[in-house]
């Protein structure tokens, strides 16, 4: 009996080593796989060669974007995501306007591996939030909406057309990796913009069409109602401080 116990209790043990190793693993894998920081950093920070400027010109030194630019947020959204827009501007599968239609050229002149190391890079950066200053946008002419009407959008979606935008993108927007991306405290511009190319098909890169089938039923007021909320959302609660950490 005592060797019956003996031999269950390290079966047991194996048992358990070989999940964790295998959590482990699959937690790695999740994170950032096969990711060179220091590289993504170079080509974030000094661009490559003559045929990629340096991200930050557009996205910032921290990686929270430009306003003027409808650059986005790229620091910490999420890694898989991060992949998937830089490989799918590479391939032709998401095409954007304005100024953004140069990430198709220099997505492209990117190899696999330093869209990864660029990837893995900008899911490190951590620093203080650059909020879009929507005053300042307003003042200038912008339309911002109301934001306690897009937290309405956020937290319970839109009766019989419209999920919660939280149902996917978790509380706030902060994300649910590895599939959804943070879009809490994203550039207001580029929320709107994105919402809207959703809504026109224009862009059309999205996992089963999900984005597309939730806003073709956002109105004008919505997009701007969601972006107003979304770009200055706090990420906790008042009665817990704490940002679960995730693998994004």
Same mark, same amino acid.
């Given at each position: 009996?005592?060797?019956?116990?003996?031999?269950? =209790?390290?079966?047991?043990?194996?048992? #358990?080593? =070989?999940?964790?190793?295998? %959590?482990?693993?699959?937690?790695?894998?999740?994170y950032l796989? /096969?990711?060179?920081?220091?590289n993504?950093?170079?080509?974030?920070?000094?661009?490559?060669? @003559?045929?990629?400027?340096?991200?930050?010109?557009?996205?910032?030194?921290?990686?929270?974007?430009? &306003?003027?630019?409808?650059?986005?947020?790229?620091? %910490?959204?999420?890694?898989?995501?991060?992949?998937?827009?830089?490989?799918?501007? =590479? /391939?032709?599968?998401?095409?954007?306007?304005?100024? /953004?239609?140069?990430?198709?050229?220099?997505?492209?002149a990117?190899? &696999?591996?330093?869209?990864?190391?660029? =990837? %893995?890079?900008?899911?490190?950066?951590? %620093?203080?939030?650059?909020?879009s200053?929507?005053? &300042?946008?307003?003042?200038?002419?912008?339309?911002?909406?109301?934001?306690?009407?897009g937290q309405?959008?956020?937290?319970?979606?839109?009766?019989?057309?419209?999920?919660?935008?939280?149902?996917c993108?978790?509380f706030?927007g902060?994300?649910?990796?590895p599939?959804?991306?943070?879009i #809490?405290?994203?550039?207001?511009?580029?929320?709107?913009?994105?919402?809207?190319?959703?809504?026109?098909?224009?862009?059309?890169?999205?996992?089963?069409?999900?984005?597309?089938?939730?806003a073709k039923?956002?109105? @004008?007021? @919505?997009?701007?109602?969601?972006?107003?909320?979304?770009?200055?959302?706090?990420?906790?609660?008042? /009665?817990?401080?704490v940002v679960p950490?995730?693998?994004?």
């Amino acid at each position: 009996m005592r060797t019956f116990f003996r031999k269950n =209790a390290v079966a047991t043990l194996l048992t #358990g080593v =070989a999940v964790l190793f295998l %959590g482990t693993a699959l937690a790695e894998e999740n994170y950032l796989p /096969g990711a060179i920081i220091a590289n993504g950093k170079k080509i974030y920070m000094e661009g490559k060669g @003559d045929s990629v400027p340096a991200c930050m010109t557009c996205h910032g030194a921290n990686g929270w974007g430009m &306003e003027a630019l409808a650059a986005p947020r790229l620091a %910490g959204i999420g890694f898989p995501y991060v992949v998937k827009q830089l490989s799918d501007l =590479a /391939g032709g599968k998401r095409v954007p306007s304005g100024a /953004g239609a140069v990430m198709l050229v220099y997505a492209g002149a990117l190899s &696999e591996q330093e869209r990864r190391d660029v =990837a %893995g890079y900008v899911n490190t950066l951590t %620093g203080p939030a650059e909020l879009s200053d929507l005053k &300042e946008l307003k003042d200038s002419g912008t339309v911002i909406g109301e934001r306690y009407l897009g937290q309405a959008i956020v937290k319970y979606g839109v009766l019989g057309k419209v999920s919660a935008c939280s149902s996917c993108h978790g509380f706030n927007g902060r994300g649910a990796a590895p599939l959804f991306p943070v879009i #809490g405290q994203q550039k207001y511009t580029y929320l709107v913009n994105q919402l809207n190319n959703w809504r026109d098909e224009s862009r059309n890169n999205d996992p089963y069409a999900m984005m597309r089938k939730m806003a073709k039923n956002l109105t @004008d007021a @919505d997009i701007v109602n969601l972006a107003t909320y979304l770009s200055s959302a706090p990420t906790t609660t008042g /009665g817990n401080s704490v940002v679960p950490t995730t693998t994004q």
